[in-house]
């Protein structure tokens, strides 16, 4: 089958095979949140990192992602301005 075939080649490819979603490198270890599912959140609505953290717990234990997730959402709001 086509789909199988993808999702097998996908995982040797390193990138989430069948319907995983791909939360992108890892920017919170405590948590395991994505730099993708830190930009998706931006994109909807999130525009600080307190906001990030009580959507996705990044950056609320021991606080050593906060200057990426906040560097995150700098990127974003610069691509949407343009």
């Known amino acids: ?3 199988d075939r993808r999702g097998r080649l996908a995982i040797v490819a ?3 095979g ?3 979603v791909d939360r992108g490198a890892v920017v919170c270890s405590c948590f ?3 730099a993708n599912q830190i930009a998706e959140a931006v994109r909807g ?4 990192v307190e906001a ?3 959507t996705l717990h990044a950056g609320t234990n021991c606080g050593s992602c906060r200057a990426e997730i906040r560097t995150i ?3 974003r ?3 949407a301005a343009e």
Do not use: F
């Open 1 to 3: 089958d086509h789909a």
């Open 14 to 16: 390193g990138r989430p």
């Open 18 to 20: 069948g319907n995983t």
């Open 32 to 34: 395991g949140v994505g």
């Open 45 to 48: 609505g999130c525009t600080s």
């Open 52 to 54: 990030i953290g009580a």
């Open 73 to 75: 959402i700098e990127a």
């Open 77 to 79: 709001r610069l691509q």
